[in-house]
Protein backbone atom coordinates (compact mmCIF):
# COMPACT_ATOMS: atom_id res chain seq x y z
CA UNK A 1 0.00 0.00 0.00
CA UNK A 2 1.37 3.59 -0.52
CA UNK A 3 1.97 5.70 1.82
CA UNK A 4 0.58 9.28 1.33
CA UNK A 5 1.83 12.54 2.37
CA UNK A 6 2.90 15.79 1.49
CA UNK A 7 4.58 14.68 -2.14
CA UNK A 8 0.97 12.49 -2.89
CA UNK A 9 0.17 13.66 -6.76
CA UNK A 10 2.78 15.80 -6.91
CA UNK A 11 5.32 15.78 -10.20
CA UNK A 12 9.31 14.74 -8.85
CA UNK A 13 11.82 14.30 -11.87
CA UNK A 14 15.07 12.68 -11.40
CA UNK A 15 17.90 13.87 -13.23
CA UNK A 16 19.88 10.45 -13.91
CA UNK A 17 17.09 8.42 -11.95
CA UNK A 18 18.33 5.34 -13.82
CA UNK A 19 20.91 4.68 -11.88
CA UNK A 20 21.70 2.58 -8.58
CA UNK A 21 20.67 4.85 -6.46
CA UNK A 22 17.72 6.72 -8.52
CA UNK A 23 16.27 3.51 -8.53
CA UNK A 24 15.92 3.10 -5.30
CA UNK A 25 14.55 6.73 -4.50
CA UNK A 26 11.98 6.20 -7.29
CA UNK A 27 10.22 3.24 -5.01
CA UNK A 28 10.32 5.91 -2.31
CA UNK A 29 8.74 8.26 -4.18
CA UNK A 30 6.46 5.96 -6.00
CA UNK A 31 5.38 4.71 -2.25
CA UNK A 32 4.59 7.86 -0.96
CA UNK A 33 2.47 8.39 -4.45
CA UNK A 34 4.39 11.37 -6.11
CA UNK A 35 3.98 11.65 -9.90
CA UNK A 36 7.82 10.35 -11.06
CA UNK A 37 9.80 11.34 -14.19
CA UNK A 38 12.74 9.61 -14.80
CA UNK A 39 15.11 11.81 -17.23
CA UNK A 40 18.09 9.87 -18.08
CA UNK A 41 20.78 9.15 -21.07
CA UNK A 42 19.60 5.84 -20.67
CA UNK A 43 15.67 6.01 -19.56
CA UNK A 44 15.98 2.51 -20.54
CA UNK A 45 17.91 0.96 -17.73
CA UNK A 46 15.05 2.26 -15.23
CA UNK A 47 11.67 0.60 -16.94
CA UNK A 48 12.17 -2.49 -14.34
CA UNK A 49 10.41 0.28 -12.08
CA UNK A 50 6.73 0.12 -14.33
CA UNK A 51 5.64 -2.52 -12.26
CA UNK A 52 5.93 -0.31 -9.00
CA UNK A 53 4.07 2.45 -10.27
CA UNK A 54 0.15 3.16 -10.85
CA UNK A 55 -1.42 4.09 -14.25
CA UNK A 56 0.01 7.06 -14.87
CA UNK A 57 2.46 8.08 -12.15
CA UNK A 58 5.91 6.87 -13.98
CA UNK A 59 7.40 8.79 -16.97
CA UNK A 60 10.34 8.11 -18.53
CA UNK A 61 12.50 10.99 -20.62
CA UNK A 62 15.80 11.00 -22.55
CA UNK A 63 17.71 13.96 -21.33
CA UNK A 64 21.64 15.05 -20.94
CA UNK A 65 22.31 17.29 -18.40
CA UNK A 66 25.20 19.07 -20.36
CA UNK A 67 21.93 20.20 -22.89
CA UNK A 68 20.10 23.20 -21.60
CA UNK A 69 17.77 22.62 -23.84
CA UNK A 70 16.70 19.25 -22.75
CA UNK A 71 16.71 20.11 -19.37
CA UNK A 72 13.92 22.82 -19.98
CA UNK A 73 11.99 20.00 -21.09
CA UNK A 74 12.38 17.02 -18.58
CA UNK A 75 12.03 19.90 -15.69
CA UNK A 76 8.78 21.03 -17.05
CA UNK A 77 5.69 21.09 -14.29
CA UNK A 78 8.01 19.60 -11.78
CA UNK A 79 7.36 20.30 -8.14
CA UNK A 80 10.56 19.07 -6.83
CA UNK A 81 13.55 18.05 -8.49
CA UNK A 82 16.92 15.43 -7.47
CA UNK A 83 20.15 15.59 -9.38
CA UNK A 84 21.88 12.45 -9.37
CA UNK A 85 24.11 12.45 -12.02
CA UNK A 86 27.55 11.39 -11.49
CA UNK A 87 30.98 10.06 -13.16
CA UNK A 88 34.22 9.29 -13.00
CA UNK A 89 35.76 9.57 -16.49
CA UNK A 90 35.03 12.65 -19.13
CA UNK A 91 34.90 16.11 -18.40
CA UNK A 92 33.87 16.07 -14.27
CA UNK A 93 33.56 20.24 -13.88
CA UNK A 94 31.22 20.34 -17.00
CA UNK A 95 28.98 17.10 -16.04
CA UNK A 96 28.73 17.07 -12.25
CA UNK A 97 29.86 21.15 -11.66
CA UNK A 98 28.58 23.59 -14.46
CA UNK A 99 25.63 21.02 -15.67
CA UNK A 100 24.73 21.10 -11.62
CA UNK A 101 24.12 24.56 -11.49
CA UNK A 102 22.01 24.51 -15.35
CA UNK A 103 19.47 21.84 -13.64
CA UNK A 104 19.01 24.13 -11.00
CA UNK A 105 18.06 27.02 -12.88
CA UNK A 106 15.92 24.91 -15.24
CA UNK A 107 14.32 23.90 -11.86
CA UNK A 108 13.41 27.51 -10.82
CA UNK A 109 12.13 28.54 -13.86
CA UNK A 110 10.00 25.60 -13.91
CA UNK A 111 8.29 26.59 -10.50
CA UNK A 112 10.23 23.98 -8.28
CA UNK A 113 9.37 24.24 -4.41
CA UNK A 114 12.41 21.67 -4.07
CA UNK A 115 15.86 20.78 -5.29
CA UNK A 116 18.17 18.07 -3.80
CA UNK A 117 22.04 17.66 -5.64
CA UNK A 118 23.51 14.61 -4.43
CA UNK A 119 27.29 15.67 -3.65
CA UNK A 120 29.42 13.08 -1.50
CA UNK A 121 31.06 12.83 1.32
CA UNK A 122 34.67 13.87 1.28
CA UNK A 123 33.44 17.19 -1.86
CA UNK A 124 36.12 19.93 -1.50
CA UNK A 125 36.76 22.20 -4.27
CA UNK A 126 40.87 22.58 -3.39
CA UNK A 127 40.64 18.38 -3.76
CA UNK A 128 43.45 17.17 -6.15
CA UNK A 129 41.14 14.36 -7.09
CA UNK A 130 38.96 15.99 -9.74
CA UNK A 131 35.78 13.64 -8.85
CA UNK A 132 35.75 15.43 -5.38
CA UNK A 133 36.69 18.71 -6.44
CA UNK A 134 33.54 18.56 -9.43
CA UNK A 135 31.18 17.66 -6.83
CA UNK A 136 32.05 20.45 -4.36
CA UNK A 137 32.08 22.80 -7.86
CA UNK A 138 28.14 21.02 -8.38
CA UNK A 139 27.57 22.11 -4.98
CA UNK A 140 28.23 26.00 -5.33
CA UNK A 141 26.62 26.28 -8.74
CA UNK A 142 22.79 24.61 -7.27
CA UNK A 143 23.21 27.19 -4.43
CA UNK A 144 24.03 29.58 -7.05
CA UNK A 145 21.15 29.21 -8.76
CA UNK A 146 18.85 27.49 -6.23
CA UNK A 147 19.83 29.20 -2.94
CA UNK A 148 16.95 26.52 -0.72
CA UNK A 149 18.21 23.63 -2.59
CA UNK A 150 19.43 20.82 -0.46
CA UNK A 151 22.57 19.28 -0.44
CA UNK A 152 22.54 15.73 0.30
CA UNK A 153 26.59 14.03 0.86
CA UNK A 154 25.87 10.15 0.89
CA UNK A 155 28.89 7.73 1.50
CA UNK A 156 29.47 4.51 0.07
CA UNK A 157 26.00 3.05 -0.50
CA UNK A 158 24.83 -0.89 0.13
CA UNK A 159 22.49 -3.32 -0.94
CA UNK A 160 21.60 -6.70 -1.55
CA UNK A 161 21.65 -5.48 -5.35
CA UNK A 162 24.89 -3.39 -4.94
CA UNK A 163 28.16 -2.99 -6.61
CA UNK A 164 30.38 -2.54 -3.45
CA UNK A 165 29.18 -5.22 -1.52
CA UNK A 166 29.16 -7.59 -3.89
CA UNK A 167 31.99 -6.79 -6.25
CA UNK A 168 34.36 -8.25 -2.71
CA UNK A 169 31.55 -10.96 -2.43
CA UNK A 170 32.62 -12.19 -5.64
CA UNK A 171 36.51 -12.45 -5.39
CA UNK A 172 36.47 -13.99 -1.74
CA UNK A 173 34.22 -16.46 -3.12
CA UNK A 174 37.08 -17.26 -6.14
CA UNK A 175 40.35 -16.51 -4.66
CA UNK A 176 42.26 -18.12 -1.72
CA UNK A 177 44.26 -14.93 -1.24
CA UNK A 178 43.21 -11.30 -2.05
CA UNK A 179 44.87 -7.72 -2.07
CA UNK A 180 43.41 -5.08 -0.07
CA UNK A 181 43.97 -1.52 -0.77
CA UNK A 182 44.14 1.33 1.86
CA UNK A 183 43.00 -1.37 4.82
CA UNK A 184 43.10 1.17 7.61
CA UNK A 185 40.84 3.24 5.38
CA UNK A 186 37.80 4.16 7.65
CA UNK A 187 34.46 4.08 5.60
CA UNK A 188 30.71 4.46 7.22
CA UNK A 189 28.84 2.80 4.64
CA UNK A 190 24.89 3.49 4.06
CA UNK A 191 21.98 1.39 3.49
CA UNK A 192 20.64 2.78 -0.07
CA UNK A 193 16.78 2.38 1.60
CA UNK A 194 18.41 4.85 4.34
CA UNK A 195 19.96 7.41 1.61
CA UNK A 196 16.46 7.56 -0.53
CA UNK A 197 14.40 8.09 2.70
CA UNK A 198 16.79 10.99 3.25
CA UNK A 199 16.48 12.07 0.26
CA UNK A 200 12.77 12.09 0.13
CA UNK A 201 12.54 13.71 3.65
CA UNK A 202 14.61 16.50 2.10
CA UNK A 203 12.00 16.88 -0.78
CA UNK A 204 8.99 16.81 1.56
CA UNK A 205 9.97 19.69 3.71
CA UNK A 206 12.17 21.92 1.71
CA UNK A 207 10.88 24.76 4.55
CA UNK A 208 12.94 22.89 7.18
CA UNK A 209 15.52 21.65 5.25
CA UNK A 210 15.93 23.66 2.31
CA UNK A 211 19.52 26.22 1.98
CA UNK A 212 21.51 23.13 4.13
CA UNK A 213 24.09 20.80 3.35
CA UNK A 214 23.79 17.18 4.91
CA UNK A 215 26.57 14.50 5.51
CA UNK A 216 24.27 11.44 5.37
CA UNK A 217 26.03 8.23 6.68
CA UNK A 218 25.57 4.50 8.41
CA UNK A 219 25.95 4.04 12.30
CA UNK A 220 29.18 2.46 12.32
CA UNK A 221 32.88 3.26 11.18
CA UNK A 222 34.38 0.31 9.16
CA UNK A 223 38.00 -0.48 7.71
CA UNK A 224 37.98 -1.66 4.87
CA UNK A 225 40.09 -4.39 6.23
CA UNK A 226 37.12 -5.02 8.43
CA UNK A 227 34.42 -5.19 5.59
CA UNK A 228 36.57 -7.83 4.31
CA UNK A 229 36.73 -9.76 7.20
CA UNK A 230 33.26 -10.10 7.56
CA UNK A 231 32.44 -10.45 4.02
CA UNK A 232 34.19 -13.64 4.21
CA UNK A 233 33.29 -14.19 7.78
CA UNK A 234 29.50 -14.85 6.82
CA UNK A 235 30.45 -16.61 3.58
CA UNK A 236 32.02 -19.20 6.03
CA UNK A 237 35.20 -18.67 4.02
CA UNK A 238 38.75 -18.47 5.56
CA UNK A 239 40.70 -16.86 3.60
CA UNK A 240 44.19 -14.57 3.60
CA UNK A 241 43.85 -10.64 3.11
CA UNK A 242 47.28 -9.41 2.04
CA UNK A 243 47.00 -5.54 3.30
CA UNK A 244 49.02 -3.16 0.87
CA UNK A 245 51.25 -0.09 1.58
CA UNK A 246 50.31 2.55 0.52
CA UNK A 247 52.76 3.50 -1.60
CA UNK A 248 52.84 -0.19 -3.07
CA UNK A 249 48.64 0.66 -3.80
CA UNK A 250 49.69 3.85 -5.33
CA UNK A 251 52.34 2.22 -7.34
CA UNK A 252 49.77 -0.31 -8.89
CA UNK A 253 46.99 2.01 -9.24
CA UNK A 254 49.33 4.53 -11.29
CA UNK A 255 50.18 1.73 -13.28
CA UNK A 256 47.13 0.09 -14.47
CA UNK A 257 44.49 2.61 -13.56
CA UNK A 258 44.49 4.12 -16.65
CA UNK A 259 43.24 -0.06 -18.34
CA UNK A 260 39.38 -0.62 -18.95
CA UNK A 261 39.42 -2.66 -16.74
CA UNK A 262 41.92 -2.30 -13.76
CA UNK A 263 40.46 -3.06 -10.06
CA UNK A 264 41.10 0.49 -8.85
CA UNK A 265 42.63 4.33 -10.64
CA UNK A 266 44.75 6.20 -9.07
CA UNK A 267 41.87 8.94 -8.47
CA UNK A 268 39.69 6.35 -6.83
CA UNK A 269 42.78 4.92 -4.79
CA UNK A 270 42.96 8.76 -3.47
CA UNK A 271 39.50 9.16 -2.17
CA UNK A 272 39.82 5.41 -0.82
CA UNK A 273 42.58 6.62 1.39
CA UNK A 274 41.10 9.59 2.50
CA UNK A 275 38.38 7.62 4.08
CA UNK A 276 34.02 7.65 3.65
CA UNK A 277 33.28 9.59 7.48
CA UNK A 278 31.82 12.47 8.10
CA UNK A 279 33.28 15.57 8.68
CA UNK A 280 31.07 16.64 11.61
CA UNK A 281 30.87 19.89 10.40
CA UNK A 282 26.94 19.51 9.05
CA UNK A 283 24.09 18.09 10.34
CA UNK A 284 23.68 14.37 9.63
CA UNK A 285 21.11 11.72 8.69
CA UNK A 286 18.99 11.93 11.98
CA UNK A 287 18.45 15.22 11.22
CA UNK A 288 16.34 14.19 8.48
CA UNK A 289 14.18 11.90 10.95
CA UNK A 290 16.22 8.77 9.54
CA UNK A 291 17.79 5.91 11.81
CA UNK A 292 20.08 4.55 9.42
CA UNK A 293 20.86 0.44 9.90
CA UNK A 294 24.07 -1.16 9.98
CA UNK A 295 25.70 -3.60 8.04
CA UNK A 296 25.84 -6.62 10.28
CA UNK A 297 21.89 -6.93 9.78
CA UNK A 298 22.03 -7.88 6.55
CA UNK A 299 25.56 -9.45 5.45
CA UNK A 300 24.85 -12.88 6.45
CA UNK A 301 21.74 -12.99 4.76
CA UNK A 302 22.97 -11.82 1.38
CA UNK A 303 26.10 -13.82 1.45
CA UNK A 304 24.02 -17.00 1.01
CA UNK A 305 24.72 -17.36 -2.66
CA UNK A 306 28.06 -17.24 -2.00
CA UNK A 307 28.64 -20.01 0.13
CA UNK A 308 30.53 -23.48 -0.98
CA UNK A 309 27.27 -24.93 -0.64
CA UNK A 310 24.44 -21.90 -0.59
CA UNK A 311 21.88 -21.87 1.88
CA UNK A 312 22.79 -25.51 2.57
CA UNK A 313 26.19 -23.89 4.05
CA UNK A 314 25.47 -22.06 6.91
CA UNK A 315 26.28 -22.90 10.46
CA UNK A 316 25.71 -25.24 12.02
Request: one cysteine or more.
Amino acid sequence: MATYGSLEGKLVVLLGGSGFFGKHIAQELLERGARLRIASRNPEAAFTLKPLADLGQLQFVRCDITKPDGLAVALDGAHAAVNLVGVFKGDLEAIMGDAAGSAAKAAKEAGAKAFVQVSAIGADAESDVGYARAKAIGERAVLSEFPKATIIRPPVLFAEDDNFINMFAKLISTFPALPVFAPEAKLQPLHVDDAAAAVVAALANPAKHGGKTFEIAGPVALTMAEINRKIAAAQNRDRLFIELPDFVSETFASATGWLPFAPISRDQLTLLQQGGEPSGKFPGIDKLGISPRPLDLYLDRWMTRYRKHGRFGARA
